[in-house]
């Protein structure tokens, strides 16, 4: 009943949260709401979700996406065939023919959402469209920094750590009227390619500047994936909103899948640092969180080790803790101060590359893939033996990188450039580990998990040749547990090692990937081929310790000052979900500093 009264009200009203229709003549019963003094912009359209709007002499409640506020008759699905992707006229073609509007009704057209469906014999484009009449104008959201002021005369907040968690705090901070200082033991940007190239070309891994670590932190040379299953912890499109307007490109605005890839991101993420300087925040590189000082109640100050190898005292009334999965020597440091860790779940596994032109056929059903198609991508997970294996942080058109963040251990983990042109398609593929799985490990405490990982990247690197040449088998060799004789091309610089990979992992892991990719293969015919390598180590796919912390105040539980953050502290798995993490935490410190 509701939703054939919207479908034949003639009102293409759209007071947009990220921009809207306009109407010329103001006799529009939403412009009412648009200027209520309830509805708050910076916390999204909640409260629209329980206003009843007078539209035609009948209340309704107005259909959200996004929280953007669309009314179905003005906003409606259209398909594309790919090669009309970038084509106006065929999208209006488009709009007219699957559209409910006349033509003389048919003014701007936003793409407000995109995606692939792959489904039937030829893919084509998903778009939801949002019309506007010939006599509307789009008016733009004004951009999330033109709420940044000048902060550098604020109360300081000590960030340590200059990956998304960070950078996404201090930005906020920034929002809040607080100044952030981040601390950051790698480097700018700029600066880490030639760590970046040591490591590919020498196999020289420098603990300080690596694919982990330095500006950006983890998701600087990443795929730059920008999704998420924890859409519900923040405010995802302001994230993706401050993305774009720092040089990322409009598309992830749009498309269900979005991401940025290697080659633009080192960009953004500079970007960002400029804003953060401009409103007169701080960024520290070179500087590591060597020591605390607490007592009972709380930390009285960071100790600071600079690029020259000076320590310095860093008193702060709050500090965030984005340090991400990878600094061991963190969750060392806390541990030695008695501050409360947990152990956690996580997964551990192997990298599996495939051509590209391969899996394309498989999911586009083509000989050969369709002019802007993007490279196609699977997600494949099944359960063996009780426990979940998947695939993980799948790079279609990728390269396998070399993510070790210290001599003598193999990790491996997945990039792509912008264009996604690479001929391989690599992922993830992992096992469940949980902590009843841990036994022989039980040694270590609350870094049962932390050693286990830090044991199979050992034991990778000693199968090797000393370089960060990764251990390797061809997929059909690793399920008979053989030692492969060649193995197939690689995007994978260092190179690969032929390895008794079924020797290396641990059973646990081994026995259910061996199993697990057969079940892939069944699932997706063509999967399992001996054209695709399996690289061990991927070990860092989520921290393996918990930084605790306060559901509502974001506080370790026994240190206030103290607020865990991001993927390091365990509330977080990826770019987007760590950035949002950034934000709350900031809300949460500015909520506190209020309240003393
Ligand atoms: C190669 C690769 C590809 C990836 N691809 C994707 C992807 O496509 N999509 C996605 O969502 N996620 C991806 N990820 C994961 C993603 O990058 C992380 O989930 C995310 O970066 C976590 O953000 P964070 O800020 O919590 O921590 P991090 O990004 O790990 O940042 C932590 C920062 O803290 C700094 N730090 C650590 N210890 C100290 C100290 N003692 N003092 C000062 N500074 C310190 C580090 O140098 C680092 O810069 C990828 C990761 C890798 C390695």
Redesign the pocket.
């Known amino acids: 009943m509701l939703s054939s009264l919207v479908a034949v009200l003639p009102l293409p009203i759209i007071p947009l949260k990220r921009g809207g229709a306009v109407r010329e003549q103001n006799d529009d019963p939403i412009e009412t709401c648009a200027s209520d003094p309830h509805f708050n912009y910076a916390q999204g359209t909640s409260k629209w979700r329980t206003k009843a709007l007078w539209l035609s002499g009948n209340y309704f409640f107005p259909p959200t996406y996004n929280n953007t506020l669309l009314l179905m008759s003005t906003t409606f699905e259209i398909k594309l065939p790919p090669t009309d992707l970038h084509d106006p006229e065929a999208l209006r073609r488009a709009v007219l023919r699957q559209g409910p509007l006349p033509a003389a009704d048919v003014g701007e057209i936003i793409i407000e959402r995109r995606s692939i469906d792959a489904r039937s014999s030829r893919p084509v484009f998903r778009m939801r469209v949002s019309v506007l009449g010939p006599k509307e104008t789009f008016t733009p959201e004004a951009p999330v920094m033109d709420a940044y002021g000048d902060v550098s005369e604020k109360p300081a907040v000590v960030i ?9 705090a201090a930005l906020e901070l920034i929002e809040l009227g607080l100044k952030p200082i981040i ?4 480097k700018d940007v700029q600066a880490r390619r030639r760590s970046l190239r040591a490591i590919q070309q020498f196999g020289t891994v420098d603990p ?2 690596n ?18 299953r924890s859409l519900k912890r923040g405010n995802f499109q302001k994230t993706l909103n401050i993305l774009a307007e720092h040089g990322a490109q409009s598309d992830i605005l749009i498309d269900a899948h979005p ?1 940025i890839g290697s080659n633009k991101l080192p960009k953004v993420v500079a970007n960002m640092r400029a804003t953060i300087l401009r409103c007169g925040g701080e960024i520290r590189f070179g ?4 020591e605390l000082e607490r007592d009972d109640k709380d930390i009285q100050a960071l100790i ?1 080790r600079d690029a020259e190898g000076e320590t310095y005292r860093l008193e702060a009334k709050a500090y965030i803790m ?6 061991r ?2 969750y060392e ?1 806390l541990h030695r101060h008695n501050v409360r860790l947990e152990a956690k779940p996580f997964a551990l596994g192997v990298r599996i590359e495939h051509p590209q032109p391969l899996i394309d056929r498989i999911q586009y059903r083509q000989p050969e893939r369709e002019e802007n198609l993007p490279a196609s991508s699977y997600k494949l997970v099944t359960q063996v033996k009780g426990r979940g294996v998947f695939s993980f ?1 799948m ?1 279609p058109g990728g390269l396998v ?1 070399p ?1 070790a963040t210290a001599p003598g251990e193999i ?1 491996v ?4 450039l912008s264009r996604r042109d690479s001929p391989y398609a690599n992922s993830g593929t992992v096992v469940a580990v949980e902590l009843e799985d841990l036994k022989p490990y039980e040694k270590h405490g609350v870094f049962a998990g932390l050693e286990f990982q830090k044991d199979v990247e050992q034991r990778m690197f000693k199968a090797g040749n000393g370089s960060q040449a990764a251990p390797a088998s061809r997929l059909t060799d690793f399920t008979k547990s053989k030692i492969s004789k060649d193995l197939p091309d690689t995007s994978y610089i260092p190179g690969l090692i032929p390895a008794p990979l079924h020797q290396i992992l641990p059973q646990s892991i081994f026995s259910r990937l061996q199993q697990g990719v057969q079940d892939f293969g069944r699932k997706m015919k063509g999967y399992y081929t001996e054209e695709a390598n399996v690289i061990g180590a991927e070990s ?1 796919t ?1 921290s393996p310790v918990r930084i605790p912390r306060d559901q509502m105040g974001y506080q370790h539980p026994d240190l206030p000052s103290l607020y865990p ?5 365990g509330f ?8 949002m ?2 934000q709350n935490v900031a809300q949460a410190v500015k909520i506190s500093l209020l309240s003393r």
Do not use: Q, W
């Not at 694919?211 to 998420?228: N, P, R, W």
């Not at 983990?413 to 792509?416: D, E, F, V």
């Open positions: 340590i750590g200059c990956g998304p968690a960070g950078m996404f601390i950051e033991r790698g300080d500047s694919y982990c670590f330095g500006e950006g932190g983890a998701g600087t040379y990443s795929d730059g994936k920008l999704y998420t991401h500087h590591r969180m060597t600071i984005a340090t991400g999965h990878s600094a020597d963190v440091l942080c790079c990188v993510a990790v983990n997945g990039m792509s860092r989520s953050c991001g993927e390091g502290a977080a798995g990826g770019i987007l979900s760590a950035a993490d950034g």
